[in-house]
């Protein structure tokens, strides 16, 4: 599991810093989550392939998430794309696009499916074999809704040694892989622990940006292995954070320890403050396992 | 009259350069002519006060001229402003800025006033004691307007010596500026001539792009100082500019030269080309006063 921050700051632009967009790469898929301005450059930038993307996640419609998303758009039919691509999103994301292609009497050449998302409730928004994604609704000042990415339990490994010891048939290796203990013809039953070893563990990553402090969220990614959660701001300016709904470093850790992740990733970053070192102390001070994300910075989990 | 590019290349987004926009002082006014993605990062780099921008020229509603737009209004917002914002753009930037808007539940706390263009005849849109713009209608695969600036001419100045010499008294020194002659009590007329010198020649500017080769455009833009005229390709790719009303480096002189005008800026280029010094080599074959524009390059005129 690989997550590359292309921007990782809140609103106000800087010449370095950028606004909302991240790389997921999970289940050999590339999850694009968010999409402020200037992610097609931050894209090209961190050398991400523009052809991998098939499933783009958008949290809100504040420009500082999604005022990227019709450029990538455009480019992907500059570059001849002709795959699907999938947008997840709150309603009004499909009339904001469709209206700025027809204003510029331009089109797609790939098809373009809209997943509209209306739900208060948290729900499962694309699954595969290997891979699901479902809704974490946050509390912002418009819907917002963070995502859970999970991945799914792998087959149990094959203990080749074992299945030559016991000359087991090729025939139930599927079933062994599965989890099923095997009868062998004079009648003895071999649990399945002894025929497989346990897969890696599936990893798990939540994205919770933008909000307020929502203990609510914390069911919904109790355990997870990484948890991105905004800290837009430190507790010195929690008044600011009440009135935005937006959270504190400190509320970040606690939601954290909360949910027991197995570590926090920090973002959403206000750029009034001198150094990002200062999120990290004050979450610290709560939870342990903290990490600062920076734009262009990469996490192999 | 200074020119600072933002951003001077066609679509297709690369790490180092940046789609149309541009910052024209003139007469004490900031105009922003275009507003490409990212327009806001490279006022910032270019360091242009965000609080001096008053009206913003949309040339058309392709994404690599005005999807920047959105997030420079949210910013201005954010920066406190308070100032009228003037945009003129092709019918629908209302509504899709407007939409845009909405969908954040966002709001601007400074009056947004949108100035919609429909017209294919060119026409005054702006104009105050100083200064005038009007449309340079361009023939685009979309509804595209150029925009000519243009000094009014100043008043002329008073020749001192000259008017204490006559002993002329102050209260005739304003008719003097507007050109008038001056009757003296003896009976004498001294001509304005000799009592005044003539004002700095106003300066005049033309924006044109993005455009195919539109020889109709030679009567309005005829003698303009400065002309930026797009230069997607260059002639050996003519059948792509054909096909996608641009224009060649070839053509952008052909204009310049019918034109007659003072200086010809080429921008808007296809990043299929190795130099851009080959687009300067192309022009300067047809017309000799050639400057080749480039994002973060300032002239003076």
Redesign the interface.
């Given at each position: 599991m690989k997550l590359t921050i292309l921007g990782c700051y809140a609103?106000?632009?800087?010449?370095l810093t950028s606004p909302t967009s991240q790389v997921l790469e999970i289940c050999n898929h590339m999850f694009l989550i968010d999409c402020g301005?200037?992610t097609?450059?931050q894209l090209?930038?961190n050398k991400v392939k523009f052809s991998r993307i098939n499933h783009i996640f958008i949290s809100?419609?504040?420009?500082?998430h999604f005022?990227?998303l019709?450029?990538l758009i455009?480019?992907f039919r500059?570059?001849g794309r002709k795959k699907e691509l999938h947008i997840y999103g709150?309603k009004?994301?499909k009339?904001?696009i469709s209206?700025?292609l027809k204003?510029?009497?331009?089109w797609t050449n790939y098809p373009l499916k809209f997943h509209e998302l209306t739900s208060p409730e948290p729900q499962s928004i694309f699954e595969d074999e290997k891979v699901s994604v479902s809704t974490v609704p946050l509390d912002h000042?418009?819907y917002t809704n963070g995502f859970f990415f999970k991945e799914k339990p792998a087959e149990r490994k094959l203990n080749v040694e074992a299945v030559a010891k016991y000359k087991i048939n090729k025939a139930y290796f599927q079933n062994i892989k599965k989890g099923k203990d095997v009868q062998l013809e004079d009648g003895r039953t071999i649990p399945n622990t002894e025929l497989s070893f346990d897969p890696p563990k599936p990893k798990s990553y939540a994205f919770c940006s933008d909000t307020g402090y929502y203990p609510e969220i914390v069911p919904l990614i109790k355990h997870v292995d990484v948890l991105y959660h905004e800290s837009t701001f430190l507790d010195s300016d929690s008044k600011l954070s009440i009135k935005t709904k937006h959270a504190t470093a400190k509320e970040a850790a606690k939601i954290a320890k909360l949910a027991a992740v197995g570590r926090l990733v920090l973002g959403h970053y206000s750029t009034r403050y001198k150094s990002i070192d200062l999120f990290r102390e004050e979450a610290e001070a709560i939870f342990k396992n903290v990490e600062l994300a920076d734009d262009g910075k990469v996490f192999e989990f």
């Open positions: 609103a106000t632009p800087r010449t301005e200037g097609q450059v090209r930038k809100h419609l504040h420009g500082d005022f990227g019709p450029g455009s480019t500059l570059l709150p009004g994301i009339e904001a209206l700025l204003l510029g009497d331009s000042r418009i």
